[in-house]
């Protein structure tokens, strides 16, 4: 009986380790998000545009 609750309070240990770490998990994504606003050099990339001959969207002139 004495190892079922070891293995009980070791559970619930576990679930706890699990909770906090899920809030340091978000509370680290909180904190990433302003920070891509304010340092440009962390946004992503523009998206990368072909040629305007490849691009059915820009008028080409007939050969």
């Not at 909770?19 to 680290?28: G, S």
């Amino acid at each position: 009986m004495e190892k079922i609750l070891d293995v009980q309070e070791v559970l619930e240990s576990m679930r706890e380790d699990d909770q906090r770490l899920e809030k340091l998990i978000a509370d680290l994504k909180k904190e990433e998000a302003p920070s891509t606003a304010t340092r440009p050099e962390c946004a992503l990339p523009k998206a990368y545009t072909p040629p305007d001959s490849q691009n059915p969207h820009v008028p080409t002139l007939p050969d």
